[in-house]
């Protein structure tokens, strides 16, 4: 029986690549996600998995809507 699960590392890879492309670092974004810093750190290395309120924390602070970081994983997903 298959069990798809979402791969931690490709989630980490577009929240890093979101927060690269606003030039934000990891220690600002964390502030303003108020998240901490090894938190966002893990999650960007795929080690965490972020739960859908630190993922909206995530996406406020970027002022990115939650559906752009969806659809931009569900592409790599598909790679």
């Not at 938190?39 to 998995?49: D, F, M, P, T, V």
């Amino acid at each position: 029986m298959y069990v798809p699960t979402l791969d931690p590392v490709k989630v980490g890879k577009v929240i890093k690549a979101f927060r690269n492309n606003k030039g934000i670092s990891q220690e600002v974004l964390s502030g303003l996600a108020d998240i901490g810093r090894s938190h966002l750190s893990a999650i960007e290395r795929g080690e965490r998995k972020p739960t859908l309120e630190t993922l909206y924390k995530i996406c406020c602070a970027l002022q990115i809507k939650m559906s752009d970081v969806i659809i931009k994983l569900e592409e790599e997903l598909e790679k």
